[in-house]
Structures are given as C-alpha cells and as structure tokens.
C-alpha cells in the first residue's frame, strides 16, 4: 500500500491537563507504529479560541501532526478520535494531493506547450534565445499566448 502524507489537527478540551494531550499523542503514536507508519512532527499550538461556540467550549488546545501512513491508518486515527471525549474536533487533510495535482497541471501544460510548438513548425522546447529578451522573464518554460487558443 502506498505512503502518503497527510495533516492531522486536532482540538482538545481546555480542561484538559498537559499529561492527557500528551497521552493522547502517545495513543495516536501507538497506532501509528502499529500501522508501520511515521510521525514526521507533532506541534502543539496550545491554547486557541475556537473560531465558534462547539458545545459549551469556547476554547481548545490544539494540535498538529504531520504523518506519513496508509489511508487504513488514518481510518483507524479518525475512528478512534470520534469516540476520545477529550477530543471537541479534528480533521486529517491528505497534503500529497495538492502537491499531485499541481504536478499534473505542470504536466498537461507542458506537453499541450510542445504539441503547439510543433504544430507550428517549431522544436517541441525552447531553445537557447528564442523568445523574450532580459528581465526577470528570462528562462521561463511558459508559452503565455499558447494558452490563449486564438
């Protein structure tokens, strides 16, 4: 199965102690390990007020884990979070995705870029002094009126 990356935030009670954030942590550690998975950093970012009223807290502690793991694992992270009283809310956001999806659009750019080049008689990339001249522009990989479809 493969590794991805994902974001793990989760608020805790305010009236909870330093010690239960930190058994909580070493629960999702447990798992994590259990899972054959990796803890990349864990930042507390402490006391926050909640952006609105969850329950009768107004207030939590938050936390950020960056794991890289299996989509099974953060099933089992999810499952176990919902039923952790101590828990007002956390959400796990897949960071990998954006970061495909980026690539993708890279891709499909480039090769849309080199199927018009040759289209027009011209080599598939740019080359050495073709097109604009100086400037912070120079050896940039983007065909601005390519785009157009004019």
Avoid: C
């Amino acid at each position: 199965m493969s590794t991805r990356k994902y974001e793990l935030v989760y608020v805790v009670s305010p009236d909870s102690t330093d010690e239960q954030v930190t058994a909580l942590h070493d629960q999702i550690q447990a798992i994590v390990t259990r899972f054959n998975a990796t803890i990349e950093k864990t930042e507390p970012w402490g006391r926050r007020k909640l952006a609105y009223e969850i329950g009768h807290h107004k207030e939590g502690n938050y936390v950020l884990e960056v794991i890289h793991g299996s989509g099974e694992l953060m099933k089992e992270i999810d499952r176990r979070l919902k039923v952790i009283d101590e828990v007002i809310r956390h959400i796990v956001v897949r960071v990998d995705e954006e970061q495909s999806v980026a690539e993708r659009a890279r891709t499909r750019r480039t090769t849309t870029t080199a199927r018009r080049r040759v289209a027009r008689g011209l080599p598939p990339t740019r080359q050495e002094g073709e097109g604009r001249r100086g400037g912070e522009d120079e050896g940039r990989d983007d065909d601005r009126f390519d785009e157009a479809g004019v």
